[in-house]
């Protein structure tokens, strides 16, 4: 049709004539109302929609709302409006549309139990919850809120039973390790997997010092060890909690089997926030934090450098100036005359600070909707200087169209760039901790820079040509202020979907998504520093992750009668992992800067690891409800994985449940709403680490040498060479499977006024992967094997009342505990009889690859249980062990001195001190004996305030630190000395054994009882457990009760906000974080962890040694909502 | 467009249906390590045997004969158990360095001397063959002369394999060092320059000395 102006004219002519018709057609309707709880109080956030029109709005902080209906989509009909939200029974009205103003106004009933709401149960499968045969364990948006973490991990801590959280260090953007009932894998990673919005995302943690393997010991299998270096992030945290809608918690194979060989130490769902139908909605947020250490190391002030009381020379020429000098490292001396005390437990710190803004807008109609946020997180950490920050900005958008009635496209794109500076810490003679805590009181840490280099307390007198000199440990301000090192995050993930409903019983749903990131690492180590980089050095690295994940899956309903229905669910996924490691060292910087690789002298091979894991699997589900209150729920899932190895591609895991709300059958009780039962059973793996089965060669394995440095590569003399690997491959690898049954009840009393949930469980994991040593004479060292298990059995109570509900006030009160047993039932070799839990010297037992102690998994022990060393004590040392058992030094055994005593009983030689017992023995677990959380929340008007304990009970923790500082007369313990000469001729600062708050309890032996002398003879000569290896004297207490969030929230809603300011309502926040912890604990804090994620995930947690502190912080946030 | 999504979607369906599984999971970079080679020719572990071996001789063995005689001593907590207490056996020195009896049989030591030597019997070069032969009798008996009896007949058919008696094991080696010499006056080309000793001549080797 061409457009003449003739044409045109009697277009417009006609469509003038037809306009009054149209217009009376579109006057559109505008359905208004308010929403209030059945308390009375005004709700907002509830989303008020006509489903069956696809339109809907949200309501307002004061509860109302306005549905706007297109006039062209009103026929004077009738509608049903729908009104939803959390935590309510949601409530359906039937309008009629007629032209003009409808209003309608709901009032909600609460439904703490959540009821009847959907809940996501992982790969495409929905549940109503009180279909659900599993523990539930959500999370709200709310509650992560409250949290005031940016690390989303390390908000999950004490929200659900069993569900530990263990934050690394107060660094910024230190790694927090989650854990779900217990380890139960040796080279897994024990952590659950974490989905975002139905795609699995990475959540690892890389250690710098895994580039450098002849420094640090990097691992080659896995990545084991951050004992020394710098903490890291886990890649969790590069999610914005501000994006996060709810988490759902999958605690177990029970609940997880439909992820199958990835599922073993659970699920973490994420479900990000969408944008929904109605007005678009604006909020501007920005909250500031102001943050400090927790807690001060205590150092003694009152002695001064030296040994035997005779002062180190420290003047220039003096042989301070000369690194390893025995008489210049500890602090066993008098003060040098007129010395000024300088306080080295304060002077790192500063009041560090974080500032975090965002901006969401969401919105849609009918047919889209969209979700969009920006947000920059910046921490400056307690640390002082310019290196200690991490910055993390994301974007987010997700938005769906729904093209027909039948189809809904969707896409979900988010963008983090996380750039952080670290601080090395740890077991290292570069760390701040370690040269901080040693340094002697009366040595003045600045200047730390002199002609350009390092001056430090071992070293105090730098000249312009001692570049390339020893200082022993590093000045720490020197390590703040000269080194670097730095990540640097790229990071894209999402996925786009479909989902098409062709006809009304049939679901189809589709995503494809993507998990890319690159991290570029830099450490340098300038000139003058300690050995291990004297003369410099450089590390670069670039660790790639790109995961692609396909998941189709098809939901039918059915139904056979009123009776009897429920849904069929089968699908596929595809999953791609690719992990690349690609980083070098460059040893001795040519000029002092710049850290690059390139202005270095020499340089190491290059770790170039990478790792390809694919997964193709099936999966199905059924769901069967019989009279609506029998729910069963059955489901398998076929994995493949391309770890299994080549003989043994697939691998089955079954689940089942079954709920019965027996309620329905016995009726409602006047104490009793509601009650369930449920009962489920479910099998889930942990696939191998790749590559075990594949027999190599390799180039680079140093051969033979007496020390480290000192062996040869294969290539020699320009002509290349490669040995065998010593690791034997593994002719067949099943995935490990861990196996569990889980028991319970929900109960909800009193008209839900309070609800209750118990749940026992037994997770038994067989065919755990272990590196089994070998004979050295068969040509390899170790082969990887299916052959431990090990068993996790525990309970979970929660207990929620609110006690009182009425519109301007409310208080409830959530109680949690849970325990988890831990017990290795076998690590694949026979168990002699003599193996017993008193004497387990004969207990076969498997090392934690990479532990900094000797936590081993031994038969009849609980995971990570440290095999170490203590004093002689009767009943615990074995009774042959000869001892003296008299004052002249006769010599006998434990028998002879432990007859009629308590077992325990310590004893003491005939100089009157403890002696070790050579027998190795558990000395610690550090697994938590029970924990908990007590949570509370009181609302008044607008006003709530709420606060959070987290308990932890039980559990050790060894304290390295303080070993090491009672060592260098630092402690300040140590502030009390006897006055040594020697080694052992000591007078003064008398103790006697057992008596007086001194290792209090029974003792026997020849020097029981006896008066002696404490100071360097036993600081130094026995209690130094890091040094003399005694572990006893440092093993302390890891439990803690610690006030996690107080939080006091105003919510400004008035009339006069609106008119004045423009927005709909203003809240304001101020909240405090680890406000205050209750513990025994005498380092910096009991939840401190080495090695981070990294060794926690491998087991090994409860190792402090010259760690960074914990902080504590107090946050301000305002959030504007339009 | 209803018609067309359902075409759409079928045919989705059965591409993914008939995608290849099997190389989805055993393809390049899945079953077997990308990392590092999964084959090695009889020069490129020779080589390395022979820097295992140097690193051995003149580490190890010459530190600890040295601590033995009690001309070294031992120093700030290093090679205390050996040079001290005498402790020495196969797992001794696992924490310092990748252990002794490692360099003895494994990587670069006998378990790299026997793939040479089979390389060497299949390409039919009997010269190299007679080198290797006498690497392995170097090898095992440098072990025995430190350690009395050690494990040699038993290496490649046991999982825990017997100290085999010193006196019979030198007599193998001796038996080992006859055959090599045999070799050694046959045909093959040799180790040539990755003989690091004696650039393959087997003259020089050993065959008169």
Known sequence: MQFTPRRISSFILSALLALPALLAAQEPVTITGKVTSDAGQPLGQVEVAIPTMGLGALSKDDGSYVVVVPGARVSGQTATLVARRLGYKSQSAQVTLTTGAVTHDFVLAANPLQLGEVVVTGAGTTNTAEKLGNVRNSVSSDLISRANESNVTQALAAKAPNVTVVQQSGDPGASSFINIRGISSILGSNQPLFVVDGVPVDNSTFSTSNFNAPDDGGGQIGQFGQSEGTVQTNRAADLNPNDIESVEILKGPSASAIYGARAAAGVILITTKSGRAGPTHFSVRSSTSFDDINHVYPLQTGFGQGLFFVHADTTLGGNCDNPGVAVCARSWAPLAAGATIYDHSNELYRVGNSLDNGVTISGGNDRTTFYLSGDNAYTRGVIVGPNNYYSRSTVRFKGSHRVVETLKLGADLSFADVRAKYTQRGNNTNGIQLGDLRTPPEFNNYPFVVNGLQRAFRFQHPDAASGGLDRTFDNPLWTIFQSDNESKVGRVYGNVNAEYAPISWLKLNYTLGADYATDERLEGCPISSASPCTDGRVIEGKIVNYQINHNVTGTATYSLNSNFGGTVTVGQELNSRNVRQLGTVGRGLVAPAPFKLSNTVAQDLPIDAEQVVHNASWFGQTTFDVYGQLFLTAAVRNDASSTFGRDNLRSWFPKGSAAWEFTKAIGEQSWLSYGKARVAYGEAGTEPLPYLTSQTYSGSQILGGISQGTGNTPSQNGIGGLASNLLKAASVLKPERSKEFEAGADLGFFRDRADASITWYSKKSTDAILLQPLSPSTGFLQQAANAATIRNRGWEVSLNVRPVQQADFGWDVGLQWARNRSLILSVGTPVPASCTTSDVTDCPFIPIPGAFLNQVVMVGQPFGAYLGSGFLRCGVSPSSSPVAIDSAGNTGTMADVCGGKASGTLYIGPNGMPAQDHNPRIVMDPNYNWTGSVRTSVRYRKLRVAGLLDVRHGGKIWNGTMGALWSYGKHADTDQRAFCLTNSACAGNTKVFGQNGWYDGPVTGPGAGKAVPIGYNWYNQIAACPFIGIDEPCIQDAGFVKLREVSLNYTLDAPWVQRALGFASIDVRVAARNLKTWTNYTGYDPESNLGGAIDAAAGSSGVDYFNNPQTRSFVFAITLNH | ?209
């Open chain 2, 1 to 209: 467009m209803q018609r067309k999504i359902h075409v759409a979607l079928v045919s989705i369906g059965l591409l993914l249906g008939t995608a290849g599984c099997t190389s989805f999971l055993t393809g390049d970079k899945l079953s077997s390590d990308p990392n590092l080679p999964s084959a090695a020719t009889a020069q490129q572990l020779f080589v390395a045997v022979q820097s295992g071996q140097f690193a051995f001789q003149e580490g190890t063995v010459a530190m600890m004969m040295c601590e033995w005689v009690q001309a070294c001593g031992a120093a700030n907590g290093r090679f205390v158990q050996q040079a001290g207490q005498y402790v020495f056996d196969e797992t001794s020195n696992i924490g310092a360095n990748a252990g002794d009896w490692l360099s003895v049989y494994d990587a670069g030591g006998l378990a790299d001397i026997r793939q040479v030597k089979a390389a060497t019997a299949a390409s039919g070069d009997r010269v190299w063959l007679g080198i290797a032969k006498i690497w392995e009798a170097f090898t095992i008996g440098s072990a025995s002369d430190m350690w009395g009896d050690v494990p040699y007949s038993e290496v490649t058919t046991s999982a825990t394999p017997a100290l085999d008696n010193r006196f019979t094991l030198l007599a193998a080696l001796q038996t080992l060092l006859s055959d090599a010499i045999t070799d050694l006056g046959s045909t093959g080309a040799g180790p040539g320059t990755a003989d690091l000793i004696f650039n393959g001549d087997p003259d020089q080797c050993c065959r008169d000395q």
